[in-house]
């Protein structure tokens, strides 16, 4: 995990709101290793999801440097380096579910028959082998998400960035979710940066895990979650585990109390 | 039983249902016969006003003329005509009003510059348009088509602003992601997102386009379609009303065939959704 995927350097941003200004932002350093599995968590406000944003070059630094494999975000999303996944999956309703997960394939100008082999694969990965002519909406949500993480994957991006992915849905299956992820992570190597509010989940995932504070955005501590690969329901109760979520729990408490009630409370 | 079976009995269930209530208030209400004194005297309840319906029907198989073929083959012929004005307007006015939305979309520019002229154009009476298109154009064919476009093209317009709009911002974001170009954007996520929203209009552009070719008749001079039909006996009302009313409905079938025709593209285009908006 030595060479850098991400590196961030002093990333500001600043929204203008009318006439206010809010630092989102504020002089942001982050390395994301090759492989690795990064989680940004913090509370709502502290930017988490406008880091995760810079990083996709779906918007742009007010000021400092966001490079991806050695180039400029835009370039990184102009070769497409990112697969993208949303808290809602996003699918397009009069697509099946094959023809969601070709259509960065299509976009990227692949043929006919590759695109069929690789929807075939990723939809193999994500365990939806049989769903493949269905619609979106004949899924239920934790399938859907399923299908948006096996388009994401579908080009083989360098990056899989994913904003609170599983934030919709309900404790079981997010649970399934995550280990699926972890299963998909090995197989594939993609580097995830993956944005949530959940202490366990960002513990269980992570290789390391960055707190973020609000108001301005800034990274209070970075952590390195050194718990043994691969992960399973076993992780869940091994007390590393626990100790790890009381020191992630503790980041963000040290930084919370002084901030508002509500940053608290979200 | 289908739903189209189901769709075209009550559409025929109502349609006798107004027939029943027309002859009840003409029982009530027309004119004495030597069998029956109704109660009443109402004047829209006359023979001239509300014709009974066996005397409508009657007048599409008597002779529209002296010696001429019977009224509703003249009809019929009439009706194709006026269809294929309304076809061209529809298909004039659905690409003007789609080419202008997609145009909108892309350029806040011209958005705002044009939007209040496509708004007031529609403020202008389609019967002071008539004539200058038929002074441009010459009376015809594709005068009549360009007028009735001139109404169907505003729906389509409206709609297609907001449904080209209507994709989720993140829907976009995946595209952006994919470095897809605009017209990747336009084509595989604006348009369908757009198509229900389209559908709605252009099924109000179907029975506009209807209205537009019959008005669209009259400045033209020309006499073939159901405009110059509807002139004609509006003419000759005193002496046969019931030839009147035989063009109405001609006319108003011709509106519900061509809605039902787009209605029958969109549930053929859109079956995947279907399941999900009942559109």
Redesign the interface.
């Known amino acids: 995990m030595s060479d850098a995927v991400v590196t961030i350097r002093g990333a500001t941003k600043v929204f203008d709101v009318g006439a206010d200004q809010t630092r989102a932002l504020d002089g942001i350093d982050l390395d994301v290793g090759k492989g690795a599995f990064v989680s940004l968590i913090g509370p709502s406000g502290c930017g988490k999801s406008t880091l995760l944003r810079l990083i ?3 918007t742009q630094p007010t000021a400092g440097q966001v490079q991806v494999n050695g180039k400029s975000a835009y370039q990184a ?4 380096d ?3 996944v ?1 808290q ?1 999956p ?1 699918l ?5 579910v094959e023809e969601n997960v070709e ?2 394939l ?3 100008g692949v043929d006919k028959r590759k695109r069929a082999q690789r929807a075939q694969a990723m939809l193999a990965l994500v365990e939806l082998t049989g769903f493949e002519k269905r ?1 979106p ?2 899924l239920s949500g934790g399938m859907q998400q399923r299908v948006a993480i096996a388009r994401a994957l579908s ?1 083989e991006p360098a990056i899989l960035l994913m904003d609170e992915p599983f934030g919709a849905l309900d404790e079981m299956t997010r649970e399934r979710l995550n280990l699926e992820l972890l299963g998909i992570w090995r197989q594939t190597g993609t580097t995830i940066v993956f944005v949530t509010h959940s202490i366990p989940e960002a513990v269980f995932l992570s290789t390391k895990v960055v707190v973020m504070s609000a108001r301005p955005g800034r990274i209070v501590d970075v952590i390195d979650v050194d718990l043994p690969q691969p992960r399973s329901d076993l992780t869940r109760e091994d007390p590393r585990y626990f100790s790890f979520i009381t020191r992630v729990r503790e980041s963000l408490r040290g930084r919370v109390e002084g901030s508002s009630l509500r940053a608290a409370g979200s | 039983m289908p739903q189209v079976a189901r769709n075209a009995l009550s559409f025929a269930l109502f349609a006798i249902g107004i027939a029943v209530v027309w002859e009840v208030v003409k029982l009530l209400g027309g004119e004495p016969t030597d069998a029956w004194q109704p109660p009443f005297q109402w004047k829209i309840a006359t023979d001239l006003n509300m014709p009974h319906i066996w005397d409508i029907g009657g007048a599409f198989v008597e002779p529209a003329q002296r010696n001429g073929p019977v009224l509703g083959a003249v009809l019929v012929d009439a009706a194709v005509f006026t269809f294929r004005e309304a076809f061209g307007g529809f298909v004039i006015g659905a690409l003007l009003g789609l080419g202008l939305a997609i145009v909108f979309v892309h350029s806040p520019f011209l958005e705002r510059a044009l939007v209040p002229y496509v708004v007031a154009s529609q403020t202008v009476p389609i019967i002071a348009i008539a004539p200058v298109v038929v002074i441009w154009l010459q009376a015809g064919w594709l005068s009549v088509a360009v007028i009735s476009a001139y109404l169907t093209f505003f729906p389509v317009t409206i709609a297609g602003i907001r449904g080209l709009r209507s994709p989720d911002p993140r829907a976009l974001e995946l595209m952006r992601s994919y470095a897809a170009s605009r017209r990747d954007v336009l084509v595989k996520v604006r348009l369908p997102a757009a198509a229900p929203y389209l559908f709605t209009a252009l099924k109000v552009a179907a029975t506009a386009s209807v209205v537009g070719a019959i008005i669209g008749e009259l400045p033209s001079g020309i006499r073939d379609g159901l405009g110059g039909a509807i002139l004609n006996f509006n003419q000759y009302y005193i002496s046969g009303p019931a030839k009147l009313w035989a063009a109405i409905i001609v006319a108003a079938l011709v509106g519900i065939a061509f809605f039902v025709l787009v209605r029958g593209a969109e549930i053929v285009l859109l079956r995947g959704r279907l399941g999900r908006t009942q559109a």
Do not use: A, H, K, N
């Not at chain 1, 999303?77 to 497409?80: C, N, P």
């Not at chain 1, 397009?92 to 099946?96: E, L």
């Open positions: 996709g070059d779906l999303r102009i070769d497409r990112y697969g993208i949303f809602s996003v397009f309703d009069w697509r099946t259509l960065p299509e976009v990227g619609y909406w004949q080009f």
